[in-house]
């Protein structure tokens, strides 16, 4: 095991405890405090121009960028500053990552889910017409271009970066609408609250890869690295609609075919792998997994 990866471990026997309708939970500020040695910040700001060379072949390169030339046009309209300030103890910031899975459905998990401090979810994740379940309320919402859609202005967008090319498209989409296209067609502009719009730390992502899922797959899913994000910043955290169903299915909620199963056919995500990081960190009391219908 790794210094680093020791560092992380060691947190889970000790730390500050938030305590919520009688379950407790453990700070992760000592291992925020060893993480900004080397991490910084979970999200990307405009003073950290460099990205690792993985991370910039995750995805396709067709054309190269200077990545410093990105961040400094990228900064230039959006803030860059981080939103999340130092701990408080006394406080008990409730988050409830909201996965997609089709164990959502039926399952009533709407108020309960509307009831914390912080609702993220990820990429497509319609509520309209799913609010006893999933809930209505969103602050955060985790997508890649691909996956882009308009926001409400009350919503902060977090942009997930798997190459360059997705930091020149968030440019792009809040300002002069030049990119159309990656591997996929993207949305040319984008209705967002600019103010809101953060990024995913491209070293955070590959600190996790590195960690975390060790490599399986080509890279974590989105909602793995959202979960982590979530664990740095919230003191409590409450997880839904992740996995499979009751009858084994990988399907989204919003789905009528409940055999789709395309996240664990498509071979860039190692699902069963990211499903045991999951019931590790709930054996250990560090998050609460509701496990759907």
């Known amino acids: ?59 396709p390169q067709f054309k190269p960028h200077n990545i410093q030339q990105v961040l400094l046009r990228l900064f230039q309209v959006i803030p860059g500053r981080s939103p999340y300030g130092s701990w408080d103890p006394g406080r008990c910031l409730r988050c409830a990552v909201v996965g997609n899975s ?7 998990y709407g108020a309960a889910i509307d009831g914390h401090n912080y609702i993220m979810r990820i990429n497509l994740a319609p509520t309209v017409g799913y609010e006893d379940d999933a809930g209505s309320h969103t602050t955060h919402h985790f997508m890649y271009p691909e996956s882009a859609k308009n926001l409400a202005a009350n919503v902060s967008f977090v942009l997930v970066p798997f190459k360059t090319l997705d930091l020149v498209w968030i440019t792009s989409a809040l300002s002069t609408g030049q990119i159309r296209f990656t591997y996929a067609p993207v ?4 209705r967002v609250d600019k103010d809101k719009v953060q990024i995913f730390n491209p070293a955070f992502f590959k600190y996790i890869h590195d960690h975390w899922t060790r490599h399986h797959g080509r890279y974590p899913s989105t ?60 054996k250990a009391g560090k998050i609460t997994v509701f496990p759907g219908k």
């Open 187 to 190: 949305k040319q502009f984008l």
């Open 223 to 282: 909602g793995m690295l959202v979960l982590f994000f979530a664990l740095h910043v919230c003191d409590e955290v409450n997880v839904f609609g992740f996995g499979a169903d009751s009858r084994g299915n990988w399907h989204h909620y919003w789905e009528q075919n409940r055999y789709s199963g395309e996240f664990r056919k498509t071979g860039v995500h190692d699902a069963d792998y990211e499903a045991q990081i999951i019931e590790q960190l709930s």
């Open 102 to 108: 089709g164990n959502l459905r039926g399952a009533g």
């Open 1 to 59: 095991m790794s210094k680093e990866t020791y560092a992380f471990c060691s947190w889970f026997g000790s730390g500050p405890v938030c305590i919520q309708a009688n379950r407790t939970r453990v700070r992760l500020e000592a291992v925020r405090d060893h993480l900004k040695k080397w991490v910084s910040v979970q999200l990307f700001g405009p003073d950290q121009v460099k990205a690792d060379q993985k991370w910039q072949m995750l995805q």
